[in-house]
C-alpha cells in the first residue's frame, strides 16, 4: 500500500482563491484515476490525502481545475 497526502493554500492575485477545485490523482496505463479531490476553503486551504494497493511506485499528480489566474501545475 502507498499513500500520498497534500495540502496548501492558492492565492490569486494574493488573495485567498475560495472554492477553487483540485484533484489528486496517477496515470494509469490506458487513462487517468482520480484519487481524492476537494475545493478550497475561505481561505484559499485545501488538504488531499489518499491511498492506493498497487506494486509500481505511483506518481501523484496535483490539478488545478479552472484556475483564472494562469496558474501551471
Known amino acids: 500500500m502507498q499513500s500520498v497526502a497534500v ?3 492558492i492565492k ?3 488573495l485567498p482563491a475560495v472554492n477553487v477545485p483540485v484533484e489528486l490523482h496517477v496515470l494509469e496505463t490506458y487513462s487517468k484515476a482520480t484519487l ?3 475545493r ?3 481561505k484559499g486551504y485545501f488538504r488531499l490525502w489518499a491511498y ?3 506494486y509500481s511506485d505511483i506518481e ?3 490539478t488545478i481545475i479552472g484556475n483564472k489566474c ?3 501545475a
Open 7 to 9: 495540502e496548501g493554500t
Open 12 to 14: 490569486c492575485n494574493g
Open 36 to 38: 481524492d479531490e476537494a
Open 40 to 42: 478550497t476553503d475561505s
Open 52 to 54: 492506493k494497493y498497487d
Open 60 to 62: 501523484p499528480k496535483l
Open 70 to 72: 494562469n496558474y501551471v
